[in-house]
């Protein structure tokens, strides 16, 4: 089997990674599977891109092997698009998934526009080669307070589009074909194939 290294160290994202891609063959790993010490990564972009061009670069320039790196957030309308690349450290430094959410829920208090959506920046680095880039949406709304238990993140207050259920509530296979995620991997697929075989 194919082997690919995504540089998170978010098991949510994990597992949504390799749910996807086992799909295409290739096994995933994460920083958390691997047992040397890697290089730490600020966070320091201001744009998804840039953020994730730095953790896939830094850990592919260590291990001189391709990888890949997932830069996401959720994008709030009536909150001026913020958190957006903050969105991990929304109430503080220390990305409490609970706290972020509430912060979240507590700041759209009696607002009426609940227009969010997800994004997601995949950068695949490959060692002497241009880093390639590829964005996956998804629109929904931010619920009225927290639902569901499944995934991660902000998931129990985002309604996708289409839907009544957050996704949280959701299935994770039914997250995993629409989500912000699932979009950007289907468009890095090709790239990704190309440099594994
Ligand atoms: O499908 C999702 N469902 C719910 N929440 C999500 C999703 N996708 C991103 N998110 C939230 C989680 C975190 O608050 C932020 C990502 O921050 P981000 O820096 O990219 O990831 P992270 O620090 O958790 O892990 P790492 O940098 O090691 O990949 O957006
Ligand atoms: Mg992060």
């Given at each position: 089997m194919k082997k690919l290294?995504?540089?998170?160290?978010?098991?949510?994202?994990?597992?949504?990674?390799?749910?996807?891609?086992s799909k295409y063959g290739i096994e995933t790993y994460s920083l958390?599977?691997?047992?040397?010490?890697?290089?730490d990564?600020?966070?320091t972009g201001t744009t998804f891109e840039e953020n994730a061009q730095l953790k896939a670069e830094t850990i592919a320039d260590f291990l001189q092997v391709p990888v890949l790196a997932d830069d996401s957030g959720l994008e709030v309308?009536?909150?001026n698009k913020r958190p957006g690349v903050f969105s991990a450290r929304f109430a503080g430094e220390e990305k409490?998934?609970?706290?972020?959410?509430?912060?979240?829920?507590?700041?759209?208090?009696?607002?009426?526009?609940?227009e969010a959506r997800f994004v997601c920046a995949l950068a695949l680095a490959i060692p002497g080669k241009e880093t390639i880039f590829e964005r996956g949406t998804c629109e929904g709304r931010?619920?009225?307070k927290s639902f569901g238990e499944s995934g991660f993140g902000y998931d129990p207050i985002f309604i996708p589009k289409g839907?009544?259920?957050t996704f949280a509530q959701l299935p994770s296979e039914e997250k995993n074909q629409m989500s912000h995620r699932s979009r950007a991997i289907q468009q890095m697929e090709?790239?990704?194939q190309d440099i594994l075989t």
């Open positions: 290294i995504v540089a998170t160290k978010n098991q949510g994202k994990v597992n949504e990674f390799r749910d996807m891609f958390n599977d691997l047992d040397t010490p890697m290089p990564v600020e966070e309308d009536a909150l409490d998934d609970q706290r972020n959410l509430e912060k979240v829920l507590d700041e759209l208090n009696g607002i009426e526009n609940r931010i619920a009225t839907y009544e259920e090709t790239s990704i």
